[in-house]
């Protein structure tokens, strides 16, 4: 099967996650508190606990699936993976090798330098504005297409060129600035993303442990790779693989569909 599915542009589930915490403001008005540090601490735990649920409410409303309670006897990913994909009365067990793979996206999309969503999360902050308007405001930030989109818009190219032989006309296009090569080049890591690299282990391990073999996805993502790294035009712009390039292959293959994406890239950043 084509692990890239159906894109949903109707289901983006990160909409009602954004309204959804903003919300919280409301349910907690001494939140509103933000010169004590024990109001702040305690609306951080907060949220750091509450994104994984509204995250698989999110999911879940939009399957017509009934919400599922956390489970505190869980870890916090393995938690989330149980609200997530749960059916029934039946109990969820993720495999480690999955369980460890989504720690290791949640650990690699944290916070780093003053990006857009940062940013933001700071401006309204700045503002003396409750927490959860602030996440709030930088979730919207996230939400563009250029910032936590980024991993989505790299499983759309793949699946628009379709196949290894149209990488090369695809990688023309790219030259001559008629195709954007999604998923390479980062204005951070100048160079090659260190991120990419332990990802790229963690793709291949979450493959096997599913049984995928010859996934289209990936064999088309690693000659773009491997093209991209020896063609001088790629060379000398240093567009080199970055973290959204495999990350959008893990969630897909684990069963998460595409307009969840930037939800997950919320909950670790959060």
């Known amino acids: 099967t084509d692990l890239l599915g159906g894109f949903r542009y109707d289901a983006h589930a990160m909409g009602m996650v954004i309204s959804a915490v903003s919300g919280l403001g409301a349910f907690y008005p001494e939140a509103k508190n933000v010169d004590d540090p024990d109001v702040r601490w305690q609306q951080i735990v907060r949220l750091v606990a509450k994104l994984p649920t509204i995250a698989a409410y999110a999911y879940r409303h939009h399957n017509g699936l009934p919400l599922v309670y956390p489970e505190n006897e869980l870890s916090y990913t393995s938690n989330?993976?149980?609200?997530?994909?749960?059916?029934?009365?039946?109990?969820y067990k993720p495999s480690p090798v999955l369980e460890r793979a989504l720690d290791v996206l949640f650990i690699l999309h944290a916070d780093h330098e003053q990006n857009c969503s940062a940013t933001a999360m700071r401006v309204i902050g700045s503002s003396r504005a409750d927490p959860y308007s602030a996440l709030a405001g930088a979730m919207a930030a996230l939400y563009g297409p250029l910032h936590g989109g980024a991993n989505e818009a790299v499983l759309r190219m793949l699946n628009r060129i379709g196949s290894v032989e149209n990488i090369p006309a695809f990688m023309e296009g790219v030259k001559k600035q008629e195709e954007r090569?999604?998923?390479?080049?980062?204005?951070v890591y100048k160079n090659f993303d260190p991120r990419a690299k332990v990802l790229r282990d963690t793709c291949h391990e979450v493959l096997e442990d599913l049984g995928i073999t010859d996934e289209p996805m990936l064999v088309i993502a690693l000659e773009l790779?491997?093209?991209?790294?020896?063609?001088?035009y790629f060379i000398k712009r240093k567009l080199y693989p970055n973290v959204d390039f495999y990350s959008g292959i893990?969630?897909?293959a684990m069963g998460f569909p595409p307009h969840l994406f930037t939800v997950i890239f919320a909950v670790a950043r959060t």
């Open 80 to 91: 989330f993976l149980n609200m997530l994909f749960r059916i029934g009365t039946r109990d």
């Open 181 to 187: 090569l999604m998923g390479f080049g980062h204005r």
């Open 250 to 252: 893990i969630l897909r």
């Open 225 to 232: 790779k491997k093209i991209a790294l020896e063609d001088p």
